[in-house]
Nanobody, 121 residues
Framework: QVQLVESGGGLVQPGGSLRLSCAAS????????MGWHRQAPGKQRELVAT???????NYADSVKGRFTISRDNVKNTVYLQMNSLKPEDTAAYYC???????????????WGQGTQVTVSS
């Protein structure tokens, strides 16, 4: 079994910062790409940022220059540093990881349960 557990969400004022973490644990053979999505009430889940095993990153236009994704391959953890937060960043944030559970398994995407980020004064 594989678990992805997010932490670091909360309430922050506009212009503030938060750092999200997501740790993968369990029966993991190898992790490939990791990333973050978010879903606001009444809206579809959208991509926020992704990071490859080698560290190549990709961001949604709405967060470029404000958010930074990083990973620690030893700790099987992905991070999302969020600066200059805006009310429109309010959403549940979900991490994901593409991984194999053993050398013969296919690569599957696993999701965390989500952590709420609320940006409000």
């Amino acid at each position: 079994q594989v678990q992805l557990v997010e932490s670091g969400g909360g309430l922050v004022q506009p212009g503030g910062s938060l750092r999200l973490s997501c740790a993968a644990s369990g029966s993991i053979f190898q992790i490939y790409g990791m990333g973050w999505h978010r879903q606001a009430p009444g809206k579809q889940r959208e991509l926020v940022a992704t990071i490859s095993t080698a560290g190549s990153t990709n961001y949604a236009d709405s967060v470029k220059g404000r958010f930074t994704i990083s990973r620690d391959n030893v700790k099987n953890t992905v991070y999302l540093q969020m600066n200059s937060l805006k009310p429109e960043d309010t959403a549940a944030y979900y991490c994901n990881a593409n991984l194999r559970t053993d050398s013969y398994a296919t690569i599957r995407k696993y999701w965390g349960q989500g952590t709420q980020v609320t940006v409000s004064s």
